[in-house]
Nanobody, 123 residues
Framework: QVQLVESGGGLVQAGGSLRLSCAAS????????MGWFRQAPGKERDFVAS????????YYADSVKGRFTISRDNAKNTVYLQMNSLKPEETAVYYC????????????????WGQGTQVTVSS
């Protein structure tokens, strides 16, 4: 079983930047596609970005493309989400997830989830 732990959330001003990290347990990290999702209070959990096991391909939600970058370091069993030009409406709990089938944008594409880390963007 894969254990995922997010970190790096916090308070940032609109237009600022933040980098989230997700540390994974196990020795087969490179076998899993990884994704980032976010959920604001009273809202659905939305796809943000994903990356293949090798890190060779990435996929982004239209709303974040050009501002966010997903990357991974398989030697460190860690996936990152660099977030630039943050907007207040992007305040949410951010979750990382691992899946063995693909690197899709649906919640059901992923089998394991972290506990989430709060990101608050002030105006």
């Amino acid at each position: 079983q894969v254990q995922l732990v997010e970190s790096g959330g916090g308070l940032v001003q609109a237009g600022g930047s933040l980098r989230l990290s997700c540390a994974a347990s196990g020795r087969t990290f490179s076998s899993y596609a990884m994704g980032w999702f976010r959920q604001a209070p009273g809202k659905e959990r939305d796809f943000v970005a994903s990356i293949t096991g090798s890190g060779g391909s990435t996929y982004y939600a239209d709303s974040v493309k050009g501002r966010f970058t997903i990357s991974r370091d398989n030697a460190k069993n860690t996936v990152y989400l660099q977030m630039n030009s943050l907007k207040p409406e992007e305040t949410a709990v951010y979750y990382c997830a691992a899946g063995w089938l693909n690197f899709g944008s649906r919640r059901k594409d992923y089998n394991y989830w972290g506990q989430g880390t709060q990101v608050t963007v002030s105006s």
